[in-house]
């Protein structure tokens, strides 16, 4: 299957620094990426759609200053939190639509989040 | 509203067992179905994805059904193995462009 990579798989920051994630396909490209985050014990909850050459769409509840997103080609989307909270620790998981014949997600390994 | 059942929520079942995890949907109108398992801690691994034409796929020890009309899929496993210990994901697809409605998912525990 297609391959797409997050970096940095964990990272440690202080309450009140930006932290940026980075999603990849590595083999193919994709106008359009997700970006999802998910509490323990929980499903994932889709914060907004990243779309290449154009802003991204947020889902209800998601603030747009807080978490800035950039899909500045067609092989990489970014994840900024700014002035990153306690309440920001998170798993965060992207992925990535294949658009072919048969339009197929592929999700990165995700980003483990701890904000001191 | 797409909305997205999963049962059960949990399965525990000895090594060997054929089992089938559930899914339904309350809109019929999806594009399609992907079948996913996540490990503790990783990101989603795609298992099977069924287009709405189709009713069903096989990989392998897995098979899922794709029933529209009524609204459910099912992911069928056999003879499992503690490896196939994961959450399990049926997440719709309702346009071309990949967004997804998930549901709660199913914890599977296949134990030796």
């Known amino acids: 299957g297609a391959v797409v990579s997050q970096h940095p798989s964990w990272v440690i920051c202080k309450s009140g620094t930006s932290v940026k994630i980075e999603c990849r396909s590595l083999?193919?490209?994709?106008?359009?990426m997700f970006w999802y985050r998910q509490f323990p014990k929980q499903s994932l909850m889709l914060m907004a759609t990243?779309?290449?050459?154009?802003?991204?769409?947020?889902e209800q509840g998601v603030e747009k200053d807080k978490f800035l997103i950039n899909h500045a080609s067609l092989t990489l989307s970014t994840l900024t939190v700014t002035s990153a909270h306690p309440e920001d620790s998170s798993f965060y998981i992207c992925?990535?639509?294949?658009?072919?014949?048969?339009?197929?997600?592929?999700f990165g390994p995700g980003t483990r989040l701890t904000v001191l | 509203k797409q909305e997205v059942t999963q049962i059960p929520a949990a399965l525990s079942v000895p090594e060997g067992e054929n089992l089938v995890l559930n899914c339904s949907f309350t809109?019929?109108?999806?594009?399609?179905l992907q079948w996913f398992r996540q490990d503790p801690g990783k990101g989603l691994t795609s298992l099977l994805l069924?287009?709405?034409?189709?009713r069903e796929q096989t990989s392998g020890r897995l098979n899922a059904s794709l029933d529209k009309s009524s609204g459910r899929s099912t992911l069928y496993i056999a003879a499992s193995q503690p490896g196939d210990s994961a959450t399990y994901l049926c997440?719709?697809?309702?346009?071309?462009?990949?967004?997804?409605?998930f549901g709660q998912g199913t914890i599977l525990t296949v134990h030796p």
């Open positions: 809109d019929s109108a999806i594009y399609n």
């Open positions: 990243s779309n290449e050459g154009s802003k991204a769409t947020y």
């Open positions: 083999d193919f490209q994709a106008t359009t």
């Open positions: 997440p719709l697809g309702g346009t071309s462009y990949g967004k997804l409605t």
């Open positions: 992925s990535a639509n294949r658009q072919g014949l048969y339009n197929e997600q592929f």
């Open positions: 069924i287009q709405s034409s189709q």
